[in-house]
Nanobody
Framework: QVQLVESGGGLVQAGNSLRLSCAASGRTFSSYTMAWFRQAPGKEREFVAARSTSDARVYYRYYGDSVKGRFTISADNAADTVYLQMSSVKPEDTAVYYC????????????????????WGQGTQVTVSS
């Protein structure tokens, strides 16, 4: 069983930066696929970013089109924590951000599917003011 706890959300002005954290416990997550999704009110949960590996040495990173070039997924394997660095944020980035994990290697297609992930955090709210 894997537990995921997000933190770092809050209120931020458009154009600024914010870093979200997801602390994992219960397993060694360095070989897991870790991802971020977000869900705005009245909308479906949307893929944001993912990091996947088969050997905990080579990592593949994928990004949603709406955040590519602005957001970066990274991790501290020793701390079992994955991060989402959000830069140049926009009001449309306002959402609850969820961390997700799965033990399988994911390609660029499957990494984007919500159904690919078994473990989910409780979410952290990000609000971007204009």
């Amino acid at each position: 069983q894997v537990q995921l706890v997000e933190s770092g959300g809050g209120l931020v002005q458009a154009g600024n930066s914010l870093r979200l954290s997801c602390a994992a416990s219960g397993r060694t997550f360095s070989s897991y696929t870790m991802a971020w999704f977000r869900q705005a009110p009245g909308k479906e949960r949307e893929f944001v970013a993912a990091r996947s590996t088969s050997d905990a040495r080579v990592y593949y990173r994928y990004y949603g089109d709406s955040v590519k070039g602005r957001f970066t997924i990274s991790a501290d394997n020793a701390a079992d924590t994955v991060y989402l660095q959000m830069s140049s944020v926009k009001p449309e980035d306002t959402a609850v951000y969820y961390c997700a994990a799965d033990r399988s290697l994911r390609d660029g297609v499957s990494a984007r599917r919500r159904t690919s992930y078994v473990y989910w955090g409780q979410g952290t709210q990000v609000t971007v003011s204009s």
